[in-house]
């Protein structure tokens, strides 16, 4: 039901001036040329300036009427007033509201002041009409009905109705659901299906239309070289058997001839082509109007159209007039014509053909009528090999040991063997032109309206007609007439002109120039489809067809359309032609019903067509339908087609530009993204699933420029385009005033992202320190079941110097967030050193150190990264170390064995660790370690910072003599504690700081060395010198990477035991597993 609604003033004017408020309400932007005059307006007496709002720009005041919309004035540039927006809406043509799509806004303007569009009969019905009905139905359909049959005639041309019909509903519902501008079914497809569908339907129906322009051309020839002027061959043959191939070389260079005729008339006006367009339906509606005329005259006055057969094969009638071997005459006995062509030599004593001598000739009529009874003759299929004789069924003939099929003798033989999915084939073209209403949206009244309406009645008529005349035909016309595709028998008639009257020429004249005007709309129509899709520049390459003449005429594109059109002209045949045509447009017509289907099941909250007459179910069948119908018609063009759209829909993907269309595709993407993670939410992920969903952690520098770019190399080399790959970063400060910041950093990520080739997310967080933000990425990037369960990071090469002293801090505690989650953590150490993805290793190997088993990623690594181009020819070796107490020998046989139930291929060796006494270096080392540490904590501490730790010490070391004394006696607690600070207390103070300062750095040189930290150094330097050892040389080391220590005092050290662990190897991937198994034996 209508909505009402309300126009509320905000303002009650004294005078009454409506037209003056309205003008004074127009939002900033109003049409160029409307300058706003403020003080001429309303009572005369200038408005006061609001003092909240005024910044000095009197004329930006005035447009907001003084008081009544300063709340939004901030607001106006972005968000129109709704007096503006109605404004625009009502003066509202065919082109989107600041987005010029497809034609240029001289274009727009002069729409705007031209008379109204055509309505539903002239826009839509009568173009589609002209375009369906064309030269199939002259030259083809009696042929079809002769060798098919009536009732698989009926078949074919039903199934290809309903096909159309059910696109016509989808077309429809797509058309009616918002404005189509100029484009039509590219338009409407693209817009639904997204750029890469969009594209490679796009240039399907333009290749299409342009294989229609080469089949109605070669039509025109074959009706001009058959039946209007024979006499006008250049190419004759030398001999009746090359009759065949003469004609195919006429028809090329006719063809050819007329194909520049006609890109020549395109090229200096189309206003000539439309103004002829009308002459061209004329003359289909009258051709029509003659055959139903011609069948009405045969139910009481049948032609007279003498056929000839002898025995039961039918003649062809052009070399003789008498169907006799011998005439009586008053002298006696004269041969014919016909003996002279069967025998060698006119006497009657000549040696004639044995089938001649043998059977009689005999006359029947062509055309008998629709009272005959020979439609029960047409019911069935009659399908022959390529050069068969046309024989009547049930008549008697002699047949004889060896045939002649010598082309000398005057049979008619069949041209190209049939069968039923070949005529599928060739009949389809002849129910195109469906779109030619949607084609013409942008200049139509009410396209809303117009197109639903006008296509389904021109279906409805066009389908009424092609049944009805596959009915007529096979009542009036005798079958060996039908099946005489040039009409030889006939003397070279057009059969289905036989049938029209008053005159066979009506047909023959008609049926000539609509095949020109289909041609010309097709040469017209193409180049114009295809500089829409250049202008959409979404395939790279055809850019240069989107330009033109200064009025827009698409000059490149029309000679493009010239160059493929002439590919089907040289092919000279109309019924090889056709099939390739039908494939294409079989194709459009089959991605218009998906776009409908996917439209409706997605229910997306813009799909709200006019056209309520559609279900997807109906989508669906016309969909498969058309799929049906492309397999039935030649397996091998649908193929090759289906081939074409796919090579042009990845080239879009990986080489087009990115559009965004709001397209069903992409909706259709959420909807199955948002299924499968609600699929992967639900229970845990087996082990045989699981790969590394890696969070990569980048650090930014103050451009907001990657560091470290050479991770995201690694990090390709390792996923492989598979899985789950986010890229994160953390920048430090707030957001509203870090966002424009944030999003550059954002965009060089992206790129980088793109030229590294990495496939994933980039999530970038804003956070008050570093270290806070990187937590959070940790615990929430991803999105339900899509979450990461490794991070990558580089190693802080900087942790030892002094102006970034908390670099260390971050890392160790990002290492201890990611233990606390349960995710696994690749740190690269010397990331810089990485080979780049152009990079390619001919040798060398990845050493695995497997020191303790945290689930298996140390295994599972080198096999991934081995799939990469760049480490493809690395050989992978695991190296395990053996205690005193353990056997070597069988640690190896166990690790080979355990390898292969893994199916992992690698060299195997078992390293043995002697135990010895700690050297005097170690010693030295963990010393020297833990002075720094200490030195380090000194200067990092400020003379506040000091107090505090000192006091905090203070308080540790009284708490347990206070809880002591407390038991004894309770002492008395002031109320007040007063402190008063004189000179002298002051300089003090500052001496005794200062002497504290000193003597705890003369500590500094009296420590001893820690004994598990003298262990732990023992450790990283005995491994350190076995890795060195075996691995100096490998193109990149995986080692198990130890856990921080549980107490936070020692971070410092623990950056020390991994620098020591790590000491002279080039590239280090430090691997701290999860602790799930994520690699097993089993299937």
């Not at 299906?193 to 020839?221: K, N, Q, S």
Request: aromatic share 8%.
């Amino acid at each position: 039901m209508p909505t009402n609604f309300t126009v509320v003033p905000v303002e009650a004017r004294a005078d009454g001036d409506q037209d003056e408020a309205a003008e004074l309400t127009e939002a900033p932007g109003a049409p160029e040329g409307h300058e706003p005059d403020c003080s001429s307006r309303g009572d005369g007496q200038s408005r006061e300036s609001s003092p909240i709002i005024n910044n000095g720009d009197m004329e930006r005041e005035s447009f907001f009427e003084g008081k009544n919309m300063a709340l939004f004035e901030e607001e106006m540039d972005s968000n129109p007033m709704v007096s503006s927006l109605l404004n625009k809406l009502a003066n509202y043509t065919n082109l989107s509201q600041g987005v010029v799509e497809h034609e240029e806004a001289e274009e727009s303007r002069r729409r705007e002041v031209k008379n109204p569009g055509m309505g539903t009969f002239i826009g839509v019905y009568l173009p589609c009409l002209q375009n369906i009905l064309g030269v199939i139905l002259f030259l083809r359909l009696t042929w079809i009905v002769g060798v098919a049959g009536v009732l698989e005639s009926f078949l074919i041309v039903f199934m290809c109705c309903t096909c159309t019909m059910l696109t016509a509903i989808s077309m429809s519902a797509i058309a009616t659901n918002g404005v189509v501008p100029a484009g039509g079914s590219y338009y409407m497809i693209s817009r639904s299906l997204g750029p890469e569908f969009g594209g490679a339907v796009g240039l399907c129906f333009y290749l299409g239309t342009t294989f229609a322009g080469a089949m109605y051309i070669l039509g025109t020839i074959e009706i001009f070289l058959t039946y209007i002027s024979p006499g006008a061959s250049i190419i004759h043959a030398q001999s009746p058997d090359g009759e065949a191939v003469a004609m195919l070389h006429n028809m090329r260079v006719y063809g050819t001839c007329t194909l520049v005729l006609m890109a020549m008339v395109v090229f200096v006006g189309v206003k000539y082509v439309n103004k002829l367009a009308l002459v061209f339906l004329a003359c289909v509606v009258l051709s029509i109007l003659a055959i139903y005329a011609g069948v009405i005259k045969t139910a009481f006055d049948p032609p007279d159209i003498p056929v000839c057969l002898l025995g039961n094969r039918t003649l062809s009638r052009r070399n003789f007039d008498v169907c006799a071997k011998v005439l009586t005459t008053n002298n006696g006995t004269v041969t014919t014509a016909l003996w002279g062509l069967f025998c060698n030599n006119s006497m009657p004593s000549a040696i004639c053909d044995e089938y001649f001598a043998q059977n009689n000739l005999t006359e029947i009529q062509g055309i008998p009528g629709v009272a005959s009874g020979v439609f029960l003759d047409n019911l069935w299929s009659v399908y022959t090999d390529k050069g068969v004789f046309v024989e009547k069924q049930g008549t008697p003939s002699v047949p004889v040991p060896e045939e002649s099929r010598s082309s000398k003798l005057p049979y008619v033989l069949t041209d190209i063997m049939t069968y039923f999915t070949m005529l599928v084939g060739i009949y389809f073209p002849s129910v195109t032109g469906i779109m030619a209403g949607s084609n013409r949206s942008g200049d139509l009244r009410d396209a809303q309206k117009s197109i639903p309406t006008g296509t389904i009645l021109a279906i409805v008529t066009t389908s009424f007609i092609y049944l009805s005349c596959i009915m007529l035909f096979g009542a009036c016309i005798e079958g060996v007439i039908l099946r005489d595709k040039f009409g030889e028998a006939l003397q070279g008639n057009l059969v289905i002109g036989m049938l029209a009257w008053p005159s066979p020429w009506v047909i023959v004249i008609g049926s000539f120039f609509s095949t020109c005007g289909a041609g010309l709309q097709s040469l017209t129509g193409a180049p114009r489809l295809l500089q829409a899709i250049a202008r959409d520049g979404i395939v790279p390459f055809l850019q240069v067809f989107g330009h033109g003449k200064a009025n827009g005429e698409p000059t490149w594109a029309l000679l493009l359309t010239a160059l493929i059109c002439e590919i089907g002209i040289l092919i000279a045949s109309l019924d090889s032609v056709a099939p390739i045509l039908s494939m294409f447009f079989l194709m459009c017509y089959m991605f218009v019903n998906l776009a409908c289907a996917v439209q409706t099941l997605l229910r997306t909250p813009n799909w709200r067509p006019r056209f309520r007459y559609y279900h997807w179910t109906l989508s669906f069948l016309g969909m498969s339908l058309c799929l049906a119908l492309m397999f039935i018609c030649s397996w091998y063009y649908a193929l090759f087609a289906m081939l074409i759209a796919g090579c042009i829909y990845k080239y879009i993907e990986y080489r087009g530009a990115e559009k965004e269309w709001g397209d069903g595709i992409r909706g259709l993407s959420l909807n199955a993204a948002r299924y499968a993670l609600l699929r992967v939410e639900h229970g845990t992920l087996h082990t045989k699933n699981w790969r590394p969903q890696v969070l990569v952690m980048l650090n930014l520098d103050s451009e907001q420029c990657v560091k470290h770019p050479r991770l995201l190399s690694f990090t390709t080399q390792l996923k492989a385009g598979k899985g789950l790959t986010i890229v994160g970063s953390v920048l430090e400060g707030t957001y509203l005033d870090k966002h424009a910041e944030a999003q550059q950093a954002e965009e060089n990520i992206r790129s980088l992202m793109g030229i590294e080739k990495t496939k994933g997310f980039c999530q970038l967080v804003v956070s008050s320190n570093l270290r806070d933000g990187m937590s959070h990425l940790i615990q929430s990037a991803g999105l339900g079941g899509m979450k990461h369960n490794t991070v990558l990071m580089a190693w802080p090469e900087s942790w030892k110097e002094e102006d970034n002293p908390f670099s260390w801090k971050n890392f160790v505690d990002t290492v201890r967030d990611t233990t606390a989650a349960q995710q696994a953590l690749l740190v690269a150490k010397n990331v810089d050193l990485f080979p780049q993805n152009q990079e390619r290793f001919s040798d060398g190997h990845i050493d695995v150190w497997w020191i303790v088993h945290d689930g298996g990623l140390l295994m599972l690594l080198p096999f991934l990264l081995r799939q990469h181009k760049v480490w493809r020819k690395c050989r992978m070796r695991i190296f395990t170390v053996a205690q005193v107490d353990d056997n070597s020998i069988q640690m190896k046989k166990d690790l080979q064995t355990f390898l292969y139930h893994l199916r992992i291929s690698a060299e195997v060796e078992v390293v043995e660790m002697v135990e010895n006494d700690i050297s005097a270096f170690t010693y030295e080392k963990t010393l020297v370690m833990e002075q720094r540490s200490q030195m380090l904590k000194q200067m990092q501490l400020s003379k506040t910072e000091r107090e505090r730790e000192a006091q905090l010490i203070h308080d540790r070391n009284t708490a347990s003599h206070s809880v002591v004394a407390a038991r004894t006696r309770a002492p008395p607690t002031p109320d007040k504690v007063q402190m008063t600070w004189t000179k002298e207390k002051l300089i003090a103070e500052k001496l005794k700081n200062k002497d504290a300062n000193m003597s705890g750095f003369k500590d500094l040189f009296s420590l001893k060395p820690n004994q598990s930290n003298v262990r732990r150094m023992h450790t990283a330097v005995k491994l350190n010198g076995v890795v060195l050892n075996k691995s100096q040389d490998a193109q990149l080391v995986l080692l198990n990477m130890p856990g921080p220590p549980k107490n936070r005092q020692g971070d410092e050290n623990y950056m020390e035991f991994l620098e020591v662990l790590t000491e002279g190897l080039n590239r280090v991937l430090l691997v701290r597993g999860s602790g799930r198994e994520v690699i097993t034996i089993y299937s």
